[in-house]
């Protein structure tokens, strides 16, 4: 990869050289037996077992695992914006895995499931012969949301995103935030979502205006000083799945 850049003229980074001895020494003060990591790590861990012989005279294994990438090469990951994390509620589980391209379901299967290969196999030759991803799909996010959960949980977080996705319903919400405000706090759209934790800052509720993404009780908002109503129950939904049910007391 540095060849093909220096090539090109590009530079090469002393973070980026020093990036894999760092992760290396990682290993030697651990002193670990076997490192697990994507196979875009192998050559760091690979400097880890080095080190490891020339320092404590011990050998390090190690072991790559096969990423889960689209069909470009891209991650699902952190680098790319789509990662998924364990502690998600699950219907946002549920939902984020519905978002995962259809290219990446079989390793998804094969690296986070325990479903058995000759069933694996006999969903690939579904695929291939017509069916619907959507409905393996749905397998998927059941699967690991159970995996993680319960039963029961990935049974709901299906009819959520059935009803809130396919549907296009408002789903049936009995937790209501109850939000006290006085008449110096902003009840401006922007701001509220950064205080209730449903974006991380304005500027990322403003994109989700922008990108018509964000409904006040069944009603899309295009306006950036949007101006919640107070003494009301509101349900805000962000993206395709995410529903609060709020009301603002004054």
């Known amino acids: 990869m540095f060849q093909e850049r ?15 001895i760092m992760q290396a020494y990682d290993s030697v003060a651990m002193d670990v037996d076997l ?5 875009d790590q192998t050559f760091n861990m690979l400097m880890g077992r080095k080190l490891m012989r020339n320092m404590k005279q011990k050998d390090k294994f190690v072991m790559s695992l096969k990423l889960i990438e689209d069909a470009e090469g891209k991650k699902i990951g952190k680098t790319e914006g789509n ?5 998600d509620k699950p219907s946002d589980l ?11 379901l079989m390793t998804c299967f ?7 290969m000759d069933q694996l ?4 030759q579904q695929l291939n012969e017509g069916v619907n991803p959507m409905h393996v799909k749905k397998q998927l996010a059941h699967t690991l949301v159970e995996l993680l959960h319960s039963s029961e949980d990935a049974q709901k977080a299906q009819e959520f995103f059935e009803a809130a996705v396919q549907k296009r319903e ?8 109850e939000v006290n405000i006085d008449r110096t706090t902003s009840h401006a759209l922007v701001d509220m979502l950064v205080t209730l934790n449903i974006v991380g800052s304005k500027s990322q509720a403003k994109q989700l205006i922008r990108q018509h993404a964000i409904d006040v009780n069944g009603k899309t908002i295009e306006e950036l000083n949007y101006q919640l109503p107070v003494n009301r129950e509101l349900t805000i939904k962000t993206g395709k799945y995410r529903f609060e049910k709020i009301k603002l007391v004054r």
């Open 121 to 124: 196999i006999r969903i690939k």
């Open 35 to 39: 490192e697990i990591g994507g196979r």
């Open 110 to 116: 094969e690296c986070l499931t325990h479903i058995p």
């Open 6 to 20: 220096i090539k090109r003229g590009q530079d090469v980074y002393t973070n980026e050289l020093l990036y894999p």
């Open 94 to 104: 549920y939902g984020n895995i519905m978002a995962f391209p259809d290219e990446v």
């Open 83 to 87: 990662a998924i994390s364990l502690v």
């Open 170 to 177: 408002i789903p049936e919400l009995t937790n209501v935030r």
